[in-house]
Every structure is written in C-alpha cells, then in structure tokens.
C-alpha cells in the first residue's frame, strides 16, 4: 500500500491524529511499536497563518518518527492554502486535511466535520491546497452530517477527483459524535467501489488485534487507523502487528516494562517542555491506561493521576501501582 511514494507494505496501521494527545513523544513510541504512519495534533490554519506560537510548535516532527503527517483544519481556502504552505516547510511526508472533527468549536464554526455541510467548499478547500503544495495531500472525514445526509460514496469520488492521494473514512457521522458503533459498512462500500484508485483508510472502534483484521478482511481497507484505544498504550501497535503476522505475543512485553515505558513517556514531554505542560500531556494516558484496571478501588489513584503536578509526584503514583499489581499478581 503506497500514499504517492510512501511506501507502507501490507495491511499497515495508523495512528490516528488526536488533539492534546499525538504529541511528538506518543507518536515516538507508537512508531517504535509498529506504527505504519503517525500524525501530529490538529492544527488551526487561521492560527498557524497569524504564527500563533502554540499553533507553530505543532509543526515539530523528528526523522525517526516518519513517515509523518501534518494535519491542518480551517473554513477558508485561501487560508488552508496559505497554512499547507507553512506546513510544507517543516517538511512532513504529507498533508492532511480535517474533514471529520465533530467538537462543537470546530464543526459548529464550519470546519472539520462542518465541512460535510458544504460540500463545494470542503472541494475548494481541496483543490486549493492541492495545488499549493507539492507533498501528497490526504483527507480524512466521516460518513456524512447525520443519518439522513451518508454522503461519503459520492463524497470519496469528488475528493479523489480534487487530487488528494488517500482518503481515511471514520465510521460515524459528526451527529454521532463518538457515540454508539462505528458503521464499516459504507467504508467498505467505498473501498469496493471500482472507480476508487486511492487508497482507503478505516478508522472507528478498532480497539484489538482481532478488530483489526477483520477490518481488512471483511471490508478491504487498505490501512487501519487506530485512535482512542492507543491512550496509555502505545505498544497496541505490537499486539496487532504481531497478530495480523501470525507471531505470538510479544512476551518481553511484561508488565513490569510497559509501566517503564509510561514512565518514560513522562521524561519525552517533561524533556520537550516544561514540566506542569510535561505532566498535563502524559497524565490522560496514564489514567486511561488498560494495565492499572486489575487495581482494585483505582478510582482514587486515577483522581491522583489527573491531579499529579510534579513528576515526582506522578511517579511515586506509578510506583505505587507496580507494586499493587505485583502483589495482586502473586496472590
């Protein structure tokens, strides 16, 4: 599976792009774990053209994360253009445009998952940029407004005709929000569709290695994007990738290693910047993290996490679980 010249190989898995979540240091681990593709945090084209200092420190990749993609999200043509170019020069591997974002700060302003309201403009918003840049340039949207308005059939054709070179369909309209199941039946219906030439991307609820490859199997997708299920769990990526390869699990992935991993994504985003910003990017993954759900009464600890202000702090917590865990384990 190839996006331009990016080459992928078979069945290969994203990470999806998440704000205040894909940071520079998730996306390190994700890609050390398998990860085919990572993308940064969203990223305002209003704000990025006005150098909004927030905004522009988005745009920081490393080579040992690529490939890597930029994704961008605005309401104006000119300005998505003018953004794509700034982009451009932080040299990502590509472009991609937000068509799917349902926040009501976003969609309810016309942009990401408002886009599906306006179709000619989201198609304006695609040949403009496009044209303005020469890296390959992806979209990733949902199935329509509501039920009553699934247009991504029609949708897909026109935007591959705009000259995008691969397509990420999440499996709920911007109603649903990220309620209810994700719906693969038109994303499969889209991938079957023989005027289709690019890539399609699926992305909704695939949360294990079993989902996975039913993802490809029963619907075809060229790559799988995985999204909420990677919070405090990069290693996910493994567990698939070994599973979708037919190898057993990997068993140097003992509990033991992937607390140490949490723990050093801590170090990335204290290292990256400074440290109540450090904490405030990694504590949502260590309190969604899978491995701490055999603690017994975890609540208490999670409300610990989220409110840890110093390292120290959140790593004397993270302690404290390894040992609850190791003794539950021996019992």
């Not at 010249?5 to 069945?11: A, K, V």
């Not at 905004?55 to 080579?63: M, Q």
């Not at 309190?287 to 409300?303: C, D, E, L, S, V």
Request: overall charge neutral.
């Amino acid at each position: 599976m190839n996006i331009g010249n990016i080459q992928f190989g078979d069945r290969p898995l994203f990470l999806a792009p998440m704000e205040d979540v894909t940071d520079i240091g998730f996306r390190k681990l994700c890609k050390r774990f398998g990860a085919a593709m990572v993308y940064t945090e969203f990223v305002s084209a209003e704000a990025l053209v006005r150098a909004v200092k927030s905004t522009v420190s988005k745009l920081a990749i490393s080579d040992d994360e690529r490939p890597v993609g930029i994704q961008i999200y605005g309401r104006d043509a000119e300005s998505m253009a003018e953004a794509a170019r700034i982009v451009e020069e932080a040299k990502p591997d590509l472009i991609d445009l937000n068509f799917g974002c349902p926040v009501k700060k976003v969609a309810g302003k016309g942009a990401g998952a408002g886009m599906l309201r306006d179709v000619p403009l989201m198609l304006k918003i695609t040949r403009a940029v496009v044209d303005a840049v020469k890296v390959p340039v992806t979209v990733k949207t949902r199935l329509g407004w509501d039920n009553q308005n699934l247009i991504i059939t029609d949708l897909a054709e026109q935007l591959q005709d705009c000259g995008i070179q691969a397509l990420t369909i999440h499996g709920r309209t911007r109603a649903q929000m990220y309620t209810g199941e994700a719906d693969w039946t038109l994303i499969g219906e889209v991938k079957r569709n023989p005027r289709i030439r690019i890539p399609i991307i699926g992305n909704g609820d695939i949360t294990t290695p079993e989902e996975a490859r039913l993802a490809f199997e029963r619907y075809g997708v060229d790559a799988v994007m995985v999204g909420r299920a990677t919070f405090g769990h990069p290693w996910i990526f493994k567990e698939m990738r070994d599973y979708l390869d037919g190898r057993e699990p990997d068993p140097s992935l003992t509990l033991d290693r992937k607390i140490d991993l949490l723990e050093e994504q801590l170090r990335i985003n204290v290292e990256r910047i400074y440290e109540y910003r450090g904490i405030l990017h990694t504590r949502r993954h260590l309190a969604a993290t899978p491995i701490f759900k055999g603690i017994p009464n975890f609540r208490q600890t999670r409300i610990a996490m989220l409110r840890a202000e110093t390292v120290s702090e959140l790593t004397d917590i993270l302690e404290q679980c390894r040992e609850m865990l190791r003794i539950k384990g021996e019992e």
